[in-house]
């Protein structure tokens, strides 16, 4: 539907509520040339917030030690640690030269 820019400033509350209504959008015009458009409201997405409560079940204590011993308190070799620190002395090699 297209309509002049007077007629829209006469009618503007009912247009309103007819595009709500209909969901169909109205082009409004100012001597035969678009220069706006009345869309409806796109509707409201619920909340993504709790979307996934009660859907875990916490079975047991999850804050107390699980009894593993840790590297970094064992004072044991850690794989992961010994890579990270071999790329960083390969890239400060790199870029000295």
Do not use: N
């Not at 309103?16 to 009345?38: C, F, N, S, W």
């Amino acid at each position: 539907m297209s309509i002049p820019a007077a007629v829209f400033k006469a009618e503007c509350l009912k247009l309103m509520d007819e595009v709500a209504r209909t969901g169909q959008p109205i082009v409004i015009t100012k001597h035969g040339r678009p220069v706006a458009q009345l869309v409806p409201m796109p509707a409201e997405r619920e909340s993504l917030f709790g979307y996934m409560s009660d859907t875990v079940t916490i079975t047991g204590d999850v804050v107390a030690p699980t009894g593993e011993p840790w590297s970094a308190d064992a004072g044991g070799h850690d794989p992961l640690l010994a890579a990270a620190t071999k790329k960083a002395r390969v890239r400060r090699a790199r870029s000295k030269k």
